[in-house]
């Protein structure tokens, strides 16, 4: 811990930086921290990671999103193009080993 000149304890230090969480801006669907679609690379290999033991559950939790994604974008007209691929289908990987 940091002291100060008569040798006392000061505490510990706090900083006012703040992560920002690669997640989703809507109506957008870029990422509030990059400004990528989302999910970013970022989100994506966050979201394998945090869903490592339920790859399934992962695919469900995606496919709400896209869904969702979808509803906020064709306010403006037509669906947009290669949204599953960007939602669902990079998320196909094979199950972990036991």
Known sequence: MPHSRSGRNRGTLLTTAQDIDHVSERPEWNCRACGRPWPCSTARGTLLHEYRAF????????????????????????????????????????????
């Open 55 to 98: 790859p399934s559950l992962l695919r469900i939790y995606l496919s709400a999103q896209m869904y969702d994604a979808l509803e906020d974008m064709i306010i403006d007209g037509a669906p947009p193009l290669n949204l599953y691929q960007r939602f669902l289908g990079w998320a196909w990987t094979d199950p972990p080993a036991p």
